[in-house]
């Protein structure tokens, strides 16, 4: 059990790692095939991803607002000490960049992605969740495709340079 802001959870933070037996044998040639699996799932997944990215706009946006009101305040005086605290330890640190093309939010929106090399033709893929309640719904879209594909022993795979997959989960405590 962990105790978490304001609240008590059974959750627990996990990294979901899948190790991809390759046709490459370097991390370089590895993170190649890897990029064009994903832009791949974004073009095949950009419609369901669409709804996200305006989600993610509309978020980024209030958020904006939200600093720029506070920046006013704190400028001319009238911001609480809590508010310029909160400013400080969160606001000044948040990027609102709104520059960003659909594409670049659909992949924040796959999460983060670490490619390591393991053995010769063996690599990992991680993905890690801060708080695992449920293995099915916290598993990214992105490994449950490639699991499937694995398990249809679909020959798609060889095109992103991957034989054969295994998962794994490390919950942590």
Request: hydrophobic content about 35%; proline content about 1%; some cysteine.
């Amino acid at each position: 059990m962990k105790v978490k802001l304001d609240f008590i959870t059974n959750s627990s933070s996990a990294s979901f790692i899948l190790y991809v037996t390759s046709t490459e044998n370097n991390l370089k040639d590895f993170t190649t095939k890897w990029n064009d699996f994903v832009e791949h799932f974004i073009n095949i997944n950009s419609y369901s991803l669409q709804e996200r990215v305006k989600k993610y706009r509309k978020s980024l946006k209030k958020l904006n607002k939200e600093k720029k009101e506070l920046e006013e305040k704190i400028k001319n005086g009238e911001a609480l000490p809590q508010q310029e605290k909160f400013y400080n330890v969160f606001y000044s640190h948040v990027k609102t960049d709104n520059n960003l093309s659909d594409h670049d939010i659909m992949k924040m929106l796959l999460g983060e992605m670490s490619c390591n090399h393991i053995s010769e033709n063996t690599f990992s893929v991680v993905h890690s969740v801060t708080m695992l309640n449920n293995l099915f719904e916290d598993l990214p879209s992105w490994m449950t495709y490639l699991i499937l594909l694995d398990h249809m022993k679909d020959d798609r795979l060889l095109e992103f340079g991957i034989k054969s997959i295994k998962l794994e989960v490390d919950e942590d405590s």
